[in-house]
């Protein structure tokens, strides 16, 4: 006889899955970011320009780290390993740093607007819900 007890749900295996091809798109959208050239720079309104030059190295690290941790983290949900959710928490920790950054340091507000301030937030709404996701994966036993 075979116990179902840890069998994570389909609707895991979704989340799991969203997760990963989230992770995916935030990697993509960071190897764009830093492969940019004067010429793609040049591109982009002036405002945008500046917040872009003042941006420290330090801050381009938090991105790797959240997203390329992040992805790993995924991964490893996908694996159903138990570490998914320590690495969920320090992508979650350097979309703060990144983020924090962004918006304490740059006038992007008053470059970009309020409108600014919807999609870092999403960013910020789905690191979070992976952190509680995986927490509540691992107290279900689905990661082990």
């Not at 990697?27 to 982009?44: I, N, P, W």
């Amino acid at each position: 006889m075979t116990s179902d007890i840890g069998k994570p749900p389909v609707w895991f295996w979704v989340v799991a899955g969203a997760s990963l091809l989230w992770s995916v798109a935030g990697c993509f959208a960071y190897v764009t970011q830093v492969g940019m050239d004067a010429a793609d720079l040049a591109k982009l309104p002036q405002g945008q320009q500046d917040i872009w030059n003042m941006m420290p190295t330090w801050v381009t690290a938090a991105y790797a780290v959240a997203v390329w941790v992040g992805l790993a983290g995924s991964v490893a949900l996908l694996l159903r390993k138990a570490w998914a959710r320590p690495l969920f928490i320090v992508s979650l920790v350097a979309v703060v740093v990144q983020f924090g950054w962004v918006f304490l340091a740059t006038p992007i507000l008053e470059t970009l607007g309020p409108s600014s301030i919807a999609f870092p937030a999403f960013i910020f709404a789905v690191a979070a819900f992976m952190v509680w996701f995986s927490g509540l994966a691992i107290r279900r036993g689905w990661l082990r």
